[in-house]
């Protein structure tokens, strides 16, 4: 029934919320079939473990509920702003590393863009990466953009957090020595985009950016076997937590961009606006997800309806509710 053990375990911590480290070993030992002594133990305190990150966690965001919206705006503010002049001060090389850590499809990537397009119009000295990136990858995009004035931008390459290889490449690109040295000695041979080979080693001077969907804070508390990897990078770079927990967070946020004037270049106008927000604000909770996207097809949806209320409101339940709420 259970791929795993610890899967198993997890199921079974889930029936007995309320027991204690010892009575889930007991448990263990008692349900799961073969399950050693250790095992148990091992599997009772990491689930204990996680239960209390989720506690912590469900009791911070309880304490953000009762924040107003200028508040949350105020705070939000300021957290873009930082974010914009690290960026900037990454790009120019004066910061050797920056995590920009929070949720998908508010504001992260685009700030980040900004301030890399501001400094390589050309993009002949920095790079933006998408996606999965293997350890053999990172270390030929390192060589590749390893002098001064390079910028390597990973973006929701998420997957490279999980690679005990990855981390240690990069643990070395955003070390705190005067020279930074990244070695690879596997068998693996590597050649560049030319087909010349690389070194086993070199050095390397260039500025590394992640924008990430990873809640470092909330993985570390949590504990693993990947913890350790997770607060090493946090100690190398320049961490900064947009700081959007709740679906209010969210909903002020899209408010904010959109104000800003996110919808204009859709044509849409003040009173469009309003009853785009509006409509976002009051059903926040059925839509599929809250996020700037949101926003930007509700504009595509409301000129292609041309403007008909009623047409714009079944559309985009039909389109961007959640099956249950439709």
């Known amino acids: 029934m259970y791929a795993t053990k610890k899967d198993h ?22 349900s799961i079939p073969g399950i050693s002594a250790g095992a148990a133990s091992t599997y009772a305190s990491a689930v204990r473990k996680e239960a209390q990150a989720n506690l912590n966690h469900i009791e911070a965001m ?46 992260k990537t685009y700030t980040v863009e900004k301030a890399r397009d501001e400094y390589d119009p050309a993009e002949t000295k920095s790079i933006m990466v998408k996606g999965m990136i293997r350890p053999t990858g990172l270390y030929l995009l390192l060589h590749e953009y390893r002098r001064k004035g390079n910028v390597i931008i990973l973006d929701d390459a ?60 909330r993985e570390i508390e949590k504990g693993g076997k990947m913890s350790e990897h997770y607060v090493a990078l946090q100690s190398r770079s320049f961490f900064i937590d947009c700081d959007m927990k709740t679906k209010r967070d969210y909903i002020v946020r899209i408010k904010q ?13 003040a009173h469009a606006q ?31 309806v041309n403007g008909d209320v009623k047409k714009f409101e079944s559309r985009c339940k039909v389109t961007m509710f959640s099956p249950k709420h439709q």
């Open 9 to 30: 375990a997890t199921a079974l911590a889930q029936e007995f919320p309320q027991a204690t480290r010892k009575e889930l070993v007991a448990i263990f030992k008692q």
């Open 158 to 217: 998420d997957s490279i957090f999980n690679d005990v290889d990855a981390l240690n490449l990069l643990k070395a690109a955003l070390d705190t020595t005067a020279k930074r040295v990244i070695s690879w000695r596997s068998e693996t041979k590597m050649v560049d985009a030319d087909g010349e080979p690389i070194d086993k080693s070199f050095e390397f001077e260039g500025t590394v950016i992640f924008i990430s969907n990873l809640d470092f804070d």
């Open 274 to 304: 309003k009853i785009i927000l509006n409509f976002i604000e009051d059903n926040s909770e059925k839509f599929r997800e809250l996020t700037l996207r949101l926003a930007l097809k509700m504009a595509d949806t409301w000129n292609m």
């Open 62 to 107: 309880a304490e953000r509920e009762v924040e107003s919206d200028e508040s949350i705006r105020d705070r939000l503010d300021e957290r873009f702003d930082v974010i914009e002049d690290f960026a900037a001060a990454s790009c120019r090389g004066d910061i050797r590393s920056l995590i920009v850590s929070g949720p998908a499809g508010l504001g």
């Open 257 to 269: 961009v959109v104000e800003g004037g996110m919808l204009r270049a859709k044509g849409i106008d």
